[in-house]
Protein backbone atom coordinates (compact mmCIF):
# COMPACT_ATOMS: atom_id res chain seq x y z
CA UNK A 1 0.00 0.00 0.00
CA UNK A 2 1.43 3.38 -0.90
CA UNK A 3 0.75 6.22 1.51
CA UNK A 4 0.78 9.58 1.07
CA UNK A 5 2.15 12.86 3.21
CA UNK A 6 -0.56 14.91 4.03
CA UNK A 7 -0.01 18.50 5.29
CA UNK A 8 -3.24 19.15 7.67
CA UNK A 9 -1.96 18.15 11.35
CA UNK A 10 -3.84 17.65 14.68
CA UNK A 11 -4.05 21.15 16.34
CA UNK A 12 -2.49 21.12 19.93
CA UNK A 13 -5.20 21.59 21.68
CA UNK A 14 -6.54 17.69 19.91
CA UNK A 15 -3.53 16.85 21.14
CA UNK A 16 -3.68 17.63 24.87
CA UNK A 17 -7.53 17.04 24.73
CA UNK A 18 -8.76 15.17 28.39
CA UNK A 19 -10.44 11.88 27.24
CA UNK A 20 -12.68 9.43 29.27
CA UNK A 21 -12.68 6.24 28.07
CA UNK A 22 -15.89 3.85 29.56
CA UNK A 23 -16.54 0.11 29.25
CA UNK A 24 -20.19 -1.09 28.86
CA UNK A 25 -21.43 -3.19 31.62
CA UNK A 26 -21.12 -6.85 31.21
CA UNK A 27 -18.10 -6.38 28.89
CA UNK A 28 -15.96 -9.76 29.62
CA UNK A 29 -12.83 -8.28 28.19
CA UNK A 30 -13.17 -4.69 29.67
CA UNK A 31 -13.49 -6.75 33.29
CA UNK A 32 -10.94 -8.85 32.79
CA UNK A 33 -8.37 -5.87 31.06
CA UNK A 34 -9.45 -3.89 34.76
CA UNK A 35 -7.82 -6.89 36.67
CA UNK A 36 -5.01 -5.87 38.92
CA UNK A 37 -2.52 -8.67 38.93
CA UNK A 38 -0.11 -8.92 42.19
CA UNK A 39 3.21 -9.20 40.46
CA UNK A 40 2.49 -6.27 38.15
CA UNK A 41 0.79 -3.65 40.84
CA UNK A 42 2.46 -0.48 41.12
CA UNK A 43 4.91 -0.28 43.46
CA UNK A 44 3.84 1.64 46.81
CA UNK A 45 6.19 5.13 46.94
CA UNK A 46 9.91 5.04 47.48
CA UNK A 47 12.40 7.67 48.29
CA UNK A 48 14.49 5.18 46.32
CA UNK A 49 15.78 6.08 42.54
CA UNK A 50 13.96 3.44 40.24
CA UNK A 51 15.88 0.88 38.91
CA UNK A 52 16.46 1.82 34.80
CA UNK A 53 14.39 -0.80 32.56
CA UNK A 54 13.84 -1.25 29.03
CA UNK A 55 10.03 -1.76 27.48
CA UNK A 56 10.35 -3.99 25.00
CA UNK A 57 7.85 -3.94 22.30
CA UNK A 58 6.83 -6.57 19.84
CA UNK A 59 4.11 -5.84 17.33
CA UNK A 60 2.79 -4.82 13.60
CA UNK A 61 2.54 -1.94 11.13
CA UNK A 62 0.41 -0.25 14.18
CA UNK A 63 3.03 -0.22 16.56
CA UNK A 64 6.53 0.34 14.53
CA UNK A 65 8.98 2.44 14.26
CA UNK A 66 7.91 4.74 10.74
CA UNK A 67 10.60 4.29 7.56
CA UNK A 68 8.83 7.75 6.17
CA UNK A 69 5.62 10.09 7.22
CA UNK A 70 3.41 7.72 7.11
CA UNK A 71 2.58 5.54 9.14
CA UNK A 72 3.73 6.08 12.25
CA UNK A 73 3.33 3.30 15.01
CA UNK A 74 2.12 3.81 18.40
CA UNK A 75 5.38 2.66 19.58
CA UNK A 76 7.46 5.17 18.40
CA UNK A 77 5.63 7.71 20.05
CA UNK A 78 5.66 6.06 23.54
CA UNK A 79 8.85 6.44 24.57
CA UNK A 80 8.31 10.37 24.79
CA UNK A 81 5.91 9.27 27.76
CA UNK A 82 8.58 8.17 30.05
CA UNK A 83 10.94 9.18 32.55
CA UNK A 84 15.19 8.57 31.59
CA UNK A 85 14.67 5.55 33.88
CA UNK A 86 12.79 3.47 31.14
CA UNK A 87 13.89 2.90 27.72
CA UNK A 88 11.87 1.69 24.39
CA UNK A 89 12.90 -0.84 22.53
CA UNK A 90 10.80 -1.40 19.92
CA UNK A 91 10.84 -4.49 17.34
CA UNK A 92 7.76 -4.07 15.45
CA UNK A 93 7.47 -5.03 12.22
CA UNK A 94 4.83 -3.76 9.81
CA UNK A 95 3.09 -6.70 7.65
CA UNK A 96 3.84 -9.42 10.61
CA UNK A 97 1.54 -11.74 12.42
CA UNK A 98 2.86 -13.20 15.43
CA UNK A 99 4.23 -16.35 13.58
CA UNK A 100 5.94 -14.49 10.61
CA UNK A 101 7.61 -11.98 13.53
CA UNK A 102 8.77 -14.82 15.61
CA UNK A 103 9.75 -17.14 12.38
CA UNK A 104 10.51 -14.59 9.94
CA UNK A 105 11.71 -16.37 6.85
CA UNK A 106 10.59 -19.50 8.07
CA UNK A 107 7.04 -19.46 7.49
CA UNK A 108 6.26 -21.27 4.48
CA UNK A 109 3.71 -20.22 1.97
CA UNK A 110 1.80 -23.62 2.22
CA UNK A 111 -0.06 -25.57 5.02
CA UNK A 112 0.14 -28.38 7.29
CA UNK A 113 -2.82 -31.05 8.06
CA UNK A 114 -3.08 -29.18 10.73
CA UNK A 115 -4.23 -26.08 8.83
CA UNK A 116 -1.78 -24.22 9.91
CA UNK A 117 1.24 -22.83 7.92
CA UNK A 118 4.72 -24.99 7.87
CA UNK A 119 7.32 -23.48 9.65
CA UNK A 120 10.54 -24.74 8.74
CA UNK A 121 13.16 -24.43 10.26
CA UNK A 122 11.65 -23.92 14.00
CA UNK A 123 14.37 -20.96 13.97
CA UNK A 124 13.96 -17.71 15.57
CA UNK A 125 14.36 -14.51 13.99
CA UNK A 126 16.88 -12.11 14.88
CA UNK A 127 14.34 -9.77 16.42
CA UNK A 128 13.30 -12.38 18.77
CA UNK A 129 16.92 -14.05 19.49
CA UNK A 130 18.02 -10.17 20.77
CA UNK A 131 15.31 -10.09 23.33
CA UNK A 132 15.94 -13.52 24.47
CA UNK A 133 20.03 -12.66 24.60
CA UNK A 134 21.02 -13.29 28.67
CA UNK A 135 23.55 -10.38 28.12
CA UNK A 136 21.93 -7.70 25.88
CA UNK A 137 18.40 -8.91 26.22
CA UNK A 138 15.11 -9.02 28.77
CA UNK A 139 16.20 -8.85 32.48
CA UNK A 140 14.52 -8.74 36.14
CA UNK A 141 12.18 -5.71 35.73
CA UNK A 142 11.93 -4.92 31.90
CA UNK A 143 8.35 -5.11 30.28
CA UNK A 144 7.64 -7.45 27.19
CA UNK A 145 4.46 -5.36 25.62
CA UNK A 146 2.90 -7.50 22.53
CA UNK A 147 -0.09 -6.52 20.55
CA UNK A 148 -0.52 -8.91 16.99
CA UNK A 149 -3.91 -9.78 15.82
CA UNK A 150 -4.47 -7.35 12.86
CA UNK A 151 -2.71 -9.94 10.31
CA UNK A 152 -2.69 -13.23 11.65
CA UNK A 153 -6.36 -13.49 10.37
CA UNK A 154 -5.40 -13.95 6.84
CA UNK A 155 -6.41 -16.47 4.87
CA UNK A 156 -3.33 -17.40 2.89
CA UNK A 157 0.31 -18.32 4.45
CA UNK A 158 2.58 -16.97 5.35
CA UNK A 159 0.27 -14.55 7.64
CA UNK A 160 -2.41 -17.23 8.55
CA UNK A 161 -2.47 -17.94 12.32
CA UNK A 162 -5.17 -19.82 13.62
CA UNK A 163 -6.78 -19.61 16.74
CA UNK A 164 -4.98 -22.26 19.40
CA UNK A 165 -1.61 -21.70 17.36
CA UNK A 166 -1.88 -17.53 18.14
CA UNK A 167 -2.72 -18.02 21.97
CA UNK A 168 0.04 -20.46 22.12
CA UNK A 169 2.41 -18.27 20.68
CA UNK A 170 1.40 -15.30 22.86
CA UNK A 171 1.89 -17.30 26.02
CA UNK A 172 5.08 -18.57 24.81
CA UNK A 173 6.23 -15.43 24.38
CA UNK A 174 5.34 -14.22 27.80
CA UNK A 175 6.69 -16.97 29.36
CA UNK A 176 9.95 -16.58 27.81
CA UNK A 177 9.43 -13.47 29.42
CA UNK A 178 8.92 -14.13 32.93
CA UNK A 179 11.52 -16.69 33.01
CA UNK A 180 14.25 -13.41 32.74
CA UNK A 181 12.35 -11.54 35.69
CA UNK A 182 10.44 -9.69 32.74
CA UNK A 183 6.73 -8.69 33.10
CA UNK A 184 4.81 -9.07 30.10
CA UNK A 185 1.67 -7.04 28.95
CA UNK A 186 -0.67 -8.54 26.40
CA UNK A 187 -2.79 -5.92 24.04
CA UNK A 188 -5.34 -6.70 21.86
CA UNK A 189 -5.21 -5.34 18.22
CA UNK A 190 -5.76 -1.38 18.03
CA UNK A 191 -9.20 -1.07 15.88
CA UNK A 192 -8.91 0.48 12.96
CA UNK A 193 -11.88 3.13 11.97
CA UNK A 194 -15.25 1.31 11.14
CA UNK A 195 -17.78 3.74 11.15
CA UNK A 196 -21.48 2.84 11.76
CA UNK A 197 -23.66 5.83 11.00
CA UNK A 198 -22.71 8.09 13.96
CA UNK A 199 -21.03 5.38 16.06
CA UNK A 200 -17.35 3.98 15.76
CA UNK A 201 -17.28 0.12 16.43
CA UNK A 202 -14.91 -2.76 16.60
CA UNK A 203 -12.66 -4.00 13.56
CA UNK A 204 -10.67 -6.68 14.71
CA UNK A 205 -10.32 -10.34 15.14
CA UNK A 206 -8.22 -12.48 17.68
CA UNK A 207 -9.58 -10.22 21.17
CA UNK A 208 -11.14 -13.29 22.71
CA UNK A 209 -7.60 -15.33 22.05
CA UNK A 210 -5.55 -12.18 23.10
CA UNK A 211 -7.35 -12.31 26.58
CA UNK A 212 -7.31 -16.09 27.12
CA UNK A 213 -3.71 -16.21 26.19
CA UNK A 214 -3.54 -13.36 29.40
CA UNK A 215 -5.34 -15.84 31.55
CA UNK A 216 -3.22 -18.84 30.77
CA UNK A 217 -0.29 -16.92 30.91
CA UNK A 218 -0.78 -14.58 34.18
CA UNK A 219 -0.14 -11.62 31.93
CA UNK A 220 -2.17 -8.15 32.00
CA UNK A 221 -4.39 -7.45 29.90
CA UNK A 222 -4.73 -4.02 28.14
CA UNK A 223 -8.09 -4.08 26.11
CA UNK A 224 -6.83 -1.39 23.46
CA UNK A 225 -9.29 -2.56 20.54
CA UNK A 226 -12.18 -1.24 22.79
CA UNK A 227 -9.96 1.92 24.30
CA UNK A 228 -9.12 2.97 20.53
CA UNK A 229 -12.59 2.86 19.29
CA UNK A 230 -13.75 4.80 22.69
CA UNK A 231 -11.43 7.38 21.51
CA UNK A 232 -12.46 7.56 18.10
CA UNK A 233 -15.99 8.49 19.02
CA UNK A 234 -15.04 10.55 21.85
CA UNK A 235 -13.37 12.49 18.79
CA UNK A 236 -16.31 12.25 16.64
CA UNK A 237 -14.82 10.16 13.64
CA UNK A 238 -17.84 9.08 12.56
CA UNK A 239 -19.69 9.23 10.32
CA UNK A 240 -17.28 9.40 8.05
CA UNK A 241 -17.62 10.19 4.14
CA UNK A 242 -14.03 7.88 3.49
CA UNK A 243 -12.01 11.09 2.82
CA UNK A 244 -8.84 10.20 4.63
CA UNK A 245 -6.88 13.67 3.34
CA UNK A 246 -8.89 16.22 5.25
CA UNK A 247 -10.03 17.21 8.73
CA UNK A 248 -9.50 15.84 12.21
CA UNK A 249 -9.69 11.74 10.34
CA UNK A 250 -7.07 13.17 8.16
CA UNK A 251 -4.57 14.56 10.24
CA UNK A 252 -5.16 11.11 12.57
CA UNK A 253 -4.89 8.41 9.83
CA UNK A 254 -2.95 7.80 6.95
CA UNK A 255 -4.75 7.60 3.38
CA UNK A 256 -6.63 4.56 5.06
CA UNK A 257 -8.45 3.61 7.86
CA UNK A 258 -5.73 1.79 10.21
CA UNK A 259 -2.51 3.60 10.34
CA UNK A 260 -1.47 6.39 11.85
CA UNK A 261 -0.09 9.97 11.70
CA UNK A 262 2.35 10.62 14.19
CA UNK A 263 -0.01 12.89 15.82
CA UNK A 264 -2.53 9.67 15.92
CA UNK A 265 0.30 7.31 17.09
CA UNK A 266 1.36 9.67 19.76
CA UNK A 267 -2.83 9.75 20.71
CA UNK A 268 -2.91 6.16 21.00
CA UNK A 269 0.25 5.86 22.91
CA UNK A 270 -1.65 8.07 25.81
CA UNK A 271 -4.27 5.45 25.32
CA UNK A 272 -2.21 2.45 26.61
CA UNK A 273 -0.07 5.18 28.83
CA UNK A 274 -3.61 5.70 30.42
CA UNK A 275 -4.65 2.55 30.35
CA UNK A 276 -1.08 1.52 32.68
CA UNK A 277 -1.97 3.97 34.88
CA UNK A 278 -5.78 3.04 35.24
CA UNK A 279 -4.98 -0.53 35.73
CA UNK A 280 -2.37 -0.10 38.25
CA UNK A 281 0.52 -2.44 36.30
CA UNK A 282 4.10 -1.40 37.45
CA UNK A 283 5.41 -0.01 34.37
CA UNK A 284 3.20 3.35 35.08
CA UNK A 285 5.57 4.37 37.95
CA UNK A 286 7.98 4.96 35.01
CA UNK A 287 5.57 7.46 33.02
CA UNK A 288 6.08 10.98 33.30
Known amino acids: MTFFRKRLLLPLAVLITQFTLTAGAGDALA ?4 QDRAADCAPAASTAAAPKIKVWLAGDSTMANPNGSCP ?5 QFGSLFTGDATVVNSAVGGRSVQTWLYESNVKNTKGPDGECVVSPKTFAKRWLDMLNPDTGMRAGDYLIIQFGINDGSASCPRHVGSARYQELLSMM ?7 GAHPVLLTPVSALRCQGGTAVASRGFLRETADAATRSGAPLIDLHRLSYTLYNSLKFCPHDGNWNTGPVGAFFCNDHTHFERAGALRIAGVVAKALRDQRIGLASYLR
Open 72 to 76: AGWGS
Open 31 to 34: AQAG
Open 174 to 180: AKAAKDR
